[in-house]
């Protein structure tokens, strides 16, 4: 069976915003900052040349033992032994791909709303990325954002761990937390920062103190 | 265990080269003319569209009891069942993905030399796409034509199936099994022609001939 991995920095590699440095880079730096969740997307690249890359943050993230999850890209996952594949809108469809999801491996799912987190959920993924919560300037297709009472009502409303995404930094990470989510999954305030170990530094911390008041309040 | 399909006519499907016409709509032409073997190339969808053509196009050739298999994507071949994938350079490495392929599931290799050629046989593929064997428009990077003496070389060298590929048309299809390979793989002269069916049916005569001469020296 698959173990819950450590969601709470969760961190998405992009290379069209990291300012010229590569997965690989950005990766070391975001894990060296406190990442404990690290994903590879990357839309532009032949098969091969994403294997490559995804080989090597599998063995940096063995490594550190940061958990590695794959957008996207299954056959990747699998040929390289991601702990995680993570599906949105465009990817393959949750029954097609839970049939051919290992059982040790996690699945990841998008969802912008309680009906789509509820029916993930009962597809048969092991947490959802929930969002965009905030305005952002990443996705030009990610519309409204849901805000963080839709955040709250998901968080509340499902019983596998949510990530908030979307425009999420050190100023508002604790919002998102206290909104019940078991992490924040962040691109551009850490892989576009000038100093990738600094930015996941920062926002680790406020994560992390948002998460030990929480789980206080939970006692 | 994997049984081998019928390569002699292999038709893959590219959308650029079809005039307007969808894959399922060339595929069902192609089939109709006489192709044993439909191959999905299409590297301009997200995997979500690439799922729903694939699905249709498993259909189509399982009903009409043809081959289908799957360019570059074993996510898309596994997801749908294909009866196979095929790998070039540029896609998943033969000992990542041969890991990951049911035994049932047939491999098929991009080969351009002898050298190449054996290495694939001894990492597992089940056939092997040659060539390009003649000059091509097709691919701008398939490089100079290797001819038809290499293509026997190949044929000869090793103990898998070959199918030629690259500017292969009705008027030299029969050279192509004359050198000992197993079919003829096309796309521009039967998917880029005003009359699919009809375009198919001329080289599936040549191959069918040609294969019968062949079988009879053998003999």
């Given amino acids: ?37 690290i994903q590879l997307r990357e839309k532009d690249a032949t098969t091969r040349e994403l294997f490559v890359i995804a080989e090597e943050l599998r063995g940096l993230t063995r490594e550190k033992g940061v958990f590695f999850i794959v957008n996207d890209r299954l056959d990747i996952a699998l040929a390289v032994g991601a702990d995680g594949v993570h599906l949105g809108q465009d990817d393959l469809p949750l029954p097609a791909a839970r049939r051919l999801i290992p059982p040790e491996m996690i699945l990841g799912v998008s969802a912008g709303d309680l009906q789509e987190a509820r029916k993930a959920q009962s597809l048969g993924a092991s947490y959802l990325g929930v969002g965009a919560v905030f305005m952002t300037g990443t996705k030009a297709d990610a519309g409204e954002p849901i805000g963080l009472k839709t955040l709250f ?16 930094n050190a100023a508002n990470a604790r919002q998102v937390i206290e909104a019940g989510a078991a992490g924040v999954a962040v691109i551009s305030c850490v892989v576009a920062a000038p100093e990738i170990a600094s930015a996941a530094r920062e926002i680790a911390g406020v994560v992390k103190q948002a998460l030990a008041s929480a789980r206080q309040k939970g006692d």
């Fill in 1 to 37: 069976m698959q173990s819950m991995p450590d969601l709470s920095l969760y961190v998405i590699t992009d290379r069209l915003l990291s300012r010229g440095r590569n997965h690989l880079e950005v990766a070391e730096k975001a894990i060296a900052g406190g990442a404990t969740c």
């Fill in 153 to 168: 009502s998901i968080c509340h409303g499902v019983s596998i761990p949510v990530v908030g995404i979307g425009g999420i």
